[in-house]
């Protein structure tokens, strides 16, 4: 229980309305995305404002409580959970579109605002880029502070290209502004370093971003191969030929079974799908169209439709939008994974992610923006069965290791969070750790902004900074100092 | 890079000052750094380390300059979609470093937006990695980010990793001349409203010659010639000349003229930059002073002003800045003489960030060995 005066104190900030307290309701609040992790906070505060924002980490700075900040709690890697004797800061109920200006394009929102109203805000002429599956629910906050991804960030960027300005209320309360609505502010880029960094540095209560012009024609190609491995050489290929395609996703078998059973999004039933989008001036599209049918064509590809109406795209992608949903109708449970490989060790991690399916007896789907390399392994069991998601756990985990040792990453856009702490240490040595942390410190000295994510291992921030530790090479007796 | 360790431990340790250095073309952009001892060249870090053509990343050493790097690139057709300054002294360091963007930004973002991973050496001795060599990547904190236009006042650069993009099938240029930059600045604005997919925008005018604007295409054959003739219809009511030679180069020329002269940078946006390019005009008048200006559509650009003392060029400056601040944009002086640069705050204000900043520069360089002074708020 948290000390009533404390609570109220909240209260006199956000009003009654504003302060969930009660364990029914902050059951809500338990858990984000990733249900396997759950903890119950002392308390809920939901503010309207920026100076409720404020007002709200002032009083945790003062008593010492930590907080997490919560936009829509989609989030996949256990970013939002709760920490016990801590608070949950929701900026759910800021929502307010605060200035549109498509001459520049450019748009200023609260943090709360769903990532789908953005592009709304500014529709038909131009659409806001990164767009999560989730794109319907999702936060801008969250998506700011998970730097997430999408189909189109391929040739868009991702969240963090699209992010010009924050504000931000920092762990101690005060106010600071990043970045602007002009590019290039004199300055360290600590725009960029928030985006991404997972509510460990603050809050942020207004996001200024860009939105772009829709282009003049968009297509999209399926195409249907026996197997992923001919789908993935098709991406390859495509690259190759200096063609950069709008998205480039595929699907394996049993993520298009998923996706037919939960839309019936009438896929044709293959080993490997690959959904090629362009776009651009109509010329150029019709041009790059003819490129990629023939470049599909001999890789194998025994089946291609162009999807060209609104409504024929809206159709494909509603299946691939819907694939992580979909595994509840073949399976009662999964794990979602999120890794990412170099785009050319994708045979290679594929035919190996097939044998520890094989090994741990469970099914994977697979389903990836494979254009950028950027898998999502969907790992299926029955929890109902003794042991079975103890070993898709472990099963999920040795895919993820599997891709740092292609030389990708732990999480191309789900983030770190709680789920993949541990995991920082496979793909970062201590002093590449310890300096992110001591960015960190210059943020949050006293680790309220949601402390136990993110890093392995916390770091104090009274240590003096920057004592000298060996790298892991020179250790090793690879590298040696002169 | 274990040689860069061990020398700025060194140096932090006995309290001396370092100035990283690449090409050394950008030296003197900012403040006078308050102390240097030691000046840390990375002129022999110069290999490209790895090209994966097929994943299109490449990882490459701080010192390297930029167009031995495309020249690497090249051979398999691929490219830093990036044009800075004067690429065959420039190093990626210092193009990091100042966050020296070129003109292709308008198509394939800015440094920031390319640069995947990096390698830091802390004042300390520490050296870090952050990033990947993969195009997408959101473990950890993005310190190739804070590196980026740092300066050199954080950590020395010793390595990056970029993603790249292919070198272009065919490449166009249009230039478009009138009587007045106001047009020019309109049509700028309409074909960045408008579904063309130029690759660079850029506005020049001076005080001795007719303003222009340079559009950039790149693609395939049938592609350009429809977008030149959706631009052609665009543009109908200005005249179209040929580009001038280089025309992707000309802001380089804003380092060159009468002195004593400043040269800086501002960034507004998109739909003030005619108002800018007025005001430049206009601060230039009485006393006249020689001015020139190279900007690009998305509201960054170059200018420099020339006049007969380095006194009659604060006031101009003064209002210039004020002019760009209007709307929340900003001005630097890069290059000036330094009484100039004594009496002007050349990066203008920081913004309620600075503490922030300080805090930053506390946690990484607490001794203040890099560059002390040179960078905002005296960093
Ligand atoms: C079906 C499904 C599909 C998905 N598809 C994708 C996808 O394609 N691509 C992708 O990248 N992700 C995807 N996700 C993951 C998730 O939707 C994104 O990570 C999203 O950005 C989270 O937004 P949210 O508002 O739900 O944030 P939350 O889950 O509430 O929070 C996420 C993190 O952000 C922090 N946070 C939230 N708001 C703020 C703020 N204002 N200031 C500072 N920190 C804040 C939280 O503390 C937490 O660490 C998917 C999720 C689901 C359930």
């Known amino acids: 229980m948290m000390d009533p005066r404390i609570l109220d104190r909240f209260r006199a900030i956000v009003g009654g309305d504003g302060l969930l307290t009660e ?71 800021m929502v307010r579109i605060l200035e549109v200006d498509i001459p520049n394009a450019r748009v200023v929102v609260e943090p709360g605002v769903l990532n789908l109203s953005v592009t709304e805000a500014v529709a038909p002429a131009y659409f806001y880029a990164p767009d999560p599956s989730s794109q319907q629910v999702c936060s801008i906050g969250g998506n700011v502070a998970e730097n997430s991804g999408g189909a189109h960030c391929l040739k868009y960027g991702f969240t963090t290209t699209h992010v010009l300005g924050l504000e931000v209320v920092l762990p101690d309360g005060s106010l600071v502004h990043l970045g602007g609505t002009t590019l290039d502010r004199p300055g360290y880029d600590l725009c960029g370093v928030f985006v991404g960094s997972e509510g460990t540095l603050g809050i942020a209560t207004k996001v200024i971003l860009r939105v772009v012009r829709r282009p003049a024609l968009i297509q999209t190609l399926l195409a249907a191969f026996n197997s992923t491995n001919e789908a993935g050489a098709a991406v390859s290929g495509i690259i190759a030929a200096g063609v950069l395609p709008a998205a480039i996703e595929m699907m394996d078998n049993l993520a298009i079974q998923a996706a037919e059973a939960a839309v019936h999004a009438n896929y044709p039933d293959c080993g490997g799908l690959l959904l090629v989008e362009l776009d651009g001036p109509a010329a150029e599209v019709a041009a790059l169209m003819t490129q990629v049918r023939a470049i599909c064509t001999s890789c194998g590809a025994w089946e291609l439709r162009v999807a060209q109406s609104e409504e024929e795209r809206a159709a494909v992608w509603k299946g691939r939008k819907a694939a992580f949903a979909a595994m509840g109708r073949i399976s009662p449970n999964y794990i979602v994974q999120d890794g990412v490989i170099p785009r050319t060790a994708l045979p290679e991690v594929m035919s190996e992610i097939a044998r520890l399916s094989g090994q741990a007896g469970l099914r994977v ?36 290791e599997l891709c740092v040792k292609a030389g990708g990453s732990i999480t191309g856009e789900h983030g770190v969070g709680e789920e993949k702490k541990a995991f920082m240490s496979v793909m970062f040595a201590e002093p590449d750790l310890d300096t992110m942390q001591r960015v960190r410190c210059a943020f949050d000295p006293e680790r309220l902004s949601n402390p136990t994510k993110v890093f392995p291992r916390p770091r104090l921030c009274a240590e003096k900074p920057g004592p000298y530790q060996p790298h892991p090479l020179e250790t090793a007796g690879i590298a040696q100092l002169f | 890079m274990d040689d860069v360790a061990t020398l700025l431990r060194d140096a932090s340790r006995d309290g001396q000052a370092v100035i990283p250095q ?12 308050r102390r240097a001892d030691l000046m840390l060249s990375t002129a022999r870090l110069d290999r490209v380390l790895e090209h994966a053509w097929a994943d299109m990343t490449a990882t490459v050493e701080a010192g390297c300059t930029v167009a031995r790097l495309q020249h690497s690139l090249a051979e398999h057709g691929q490219r830093l979609a990036c044009d800075p300054l004067w690429p065959e002294r420039a190093t990626i360091g210092g193009i990091l470093a100042t966050n020296d963007n070129g003109t292709l930004r308008a198509r394939f973002g800015g440094l920031r937006d390319l640069i995947i991973g990096v390698t830091l050496v802390l004042p300390d001795g520490t050296v870090a990695k952050s990033g990947g060599k993969v195009v997408k990547n959101v ?16 950590a020395v650069i010793t390595q990056a990793v970029f993603r790249l993009h292919p070198l272009p099938h065919e490449t166009r240029t249009l230039t478009f001349a009138a009587t007045r930059v106001e ?26 010659a007719e303003p222009a604007l340079d559009v950039g295409f790149e693609g395939e054959r049938a592609g350009l010639d429809s977008q030149q003739d959706e631009l052609l219809r665009l543009a109908a009511k200005l005249r179209r000349v040929d580009p001038p030679p280089a025309v992707w180069r000309t802001r380089e020329e804003l380092w060159q003229g009468t002195e004593p002269a400043v040269t800086g940078t501002f960034s507004v946006l998109p739909t003030e930059l005619r108002a800018f390019c007025a005001q430049v005009h206009e601060v230039s008048t009485a006393p006249a002073l020689g001015w020139r200006v190279v900007a690009q559509g998305v509201g960054v650009g170059h200018f420099r002003l020339e006049g007969a003392t380095s006194d009659a060029l604060v006031a101009p400056l003064q209002r210039l800045r004020a002019a760009a601040e209007r709307r929340g944009g900003t001005l630097v002086v890069l290059v000036g003489p330094e009484d100039l640069k004594a009496r002007l705050d050349v990066w203008g204000s920081p913004g309620d960030a600075l503490p922030l900043f300080q805090r930053v520069k506390q946690q990484l360089d607490p001794q203040g060995t890099l560059s002390p002074g040179r960078f905002v708020g005296g960093l």
């Open chain 2, 22 to 33: 690449g090409g050394g073309t950008k030296l003197d952009w900012g403040q006078p750094p």
């Open chain 1, 365 to 400: 789907a697979n389903v990836f923006h494979a254009g950028d390399g950027n898998l999502h392994p969907l790992v299926l069991y029955d929890a109902r069965i003794e042991g079975q998601e103890r070993r898709a756990e472990r099963l999920a985990f040795s895919i993820l």
């Open chain 1, 23 to 93: 364990p029914e309701q902050l059951r809500t609040y338990e858990c984000d995305g990733l249900t396997n992790f759950r903890v119950l906070p002392s308390a809920v505060v939901l503010p309207t404002t920026t100076e409720q924002v404020q007002a709200t980490v002032r009083v945790c700075h003062e008593a010492h409580i930590p907080f997490v900040a919560r936009g829509s709690g989609t989030g996949l890697s256990g970013g939002a959970l709760p920490i016990e004797h801590g608070i949950v800061i929701s900026l759910a109920r």
């Open chain 2, 183 to 208: 047009p020019l600045c309109e049509l700028a604005l309409a074909i960045q409203g408008s579904q063309l997919a130029f690759v660079s925008l850029q506005v020049r005018a001076d005080g001795s």
């Open chain 2, 139 to 154: 473990a950890g904190y993005d310190l190739p980010k804070l590196a980026t236009g740092s300066f050199g006042t954080l």
